[in-house]
């Protein structure tokens, strides 16, 4: 599966951007993590195909809202009132076949990834 990322940029801490990552076929999870250099790779949100469940960090919850397209093979991060830790670059990641719950905020669940997108929130 191929994924390439989109909307990343350079916005002031309350602003709002949108992220997009489309892939080349249909999987059943698509999420978002984020990474600093030198810093692990942390769950932002995921969304399952159907039903249409969702995950988020509780860093993000109620900021953050992940979607998917009608075709199912675009995965969206809309991302309000952002901060400066929000910083970081975004990698949009999927999985074809279904896991269990408690796997899906886990990097090492996901088996496709895309090249990542840069985001700063300056203060």
């Known amino acids: 599966v191929q994924l390439q990322a989109f909307g990343g940029g350079l916005v002031q801490a309350g602003d709002s951007l949108r992220l997009s990552c489309a892939a080349s076929?249909?999987?059943?999870?698509m999420g978002w993590f984020r990474q600093i250099p030198g810093k692990e790779r942390e769950f932002v949100a995921s969304i399952t195909s159907s039903p249409r469940l969702t995950y988020y960090a509780d860093s993000v919850k109620g900021r953050f809202t992940i979607s998917r397209d009608s075709a199912s093979i675009t995965v969206y991060l809309q991302m309000n009132s952002l901060k400066p830790e929000d910083t970081a670059i975004y990698y949009c990641?999927?999985?074809?076949?279904?896991?269990?719950?408690?796997?899906?905020?886990?990097?090492?669940?996901?088996?496709?990834w895309g090249q990542g997108t840069e985001v700063t929130v300056s203060s």
């Open positions: 076929e249909r999987t059943y999870h």
């Open positions: 990641a999927v999985r074809k076949n279904r896991i269990i719950t408690s796997m899906i905020k886990r990097a090492g669940s996901y088996d496709y």
